[in-house]
């Protein structure tokens, strides 16, 4: 048996009624000698090749694992509305993987956070600007640093659509 080193997973394919369905995953936690995936059978408590599973889809590559995060340090992403004009969203945080990369998360109105850069209207990350307006806690901020020469209303940076 040879120890799953890189994030793999195993899909698999549900019904849901009709023609629609689902996939859920299940982490690769070893190979065969053989060289298949090996996963954790939660009924046998045994690991189980994954693709005996009647419903078995196939493998993919797994994300890596979060293992810290930092603050988002005053960056911003830009997206490209319909309109042509550009939203800002603060980053919130960094997400620190066990791989060794880092990605941004900014989150929409519904709360979710999401890595920016995956979205279709991004257009790129601007580094913390020196210009950062600084609020009290009893007065919140209500610009985000200046860039490119002008200032943008925080309801204007939080309407991004996702």
Known sequence: MIPAV?????RYRHESGGPHFYFTTKPVIAWSDEGLALVADET???LRKADTYSNFAGLSAGDAKVVA???GGGWLAEFRQEDGTSTFCRVIGWLVQDDGTCTPGVSCQDGIVENPVESPNFIRLHEPNPAVIVASEAE???LIPPLAGRTVPCQEASSRSC
């Not at 890189?6 to 195993?10: C, D, I, M």
Request: proline content about 21%; glycine content about 8%; cysteine-free.
């Open 6 to 10: 890189h994030p793999y997973e195993a």
């Open 69 to 71: 995060t930092l603050p």
């Open 140 to 142: 919140p901020a209500h």
């Open 44 to 46: 046998t408590g045994r």
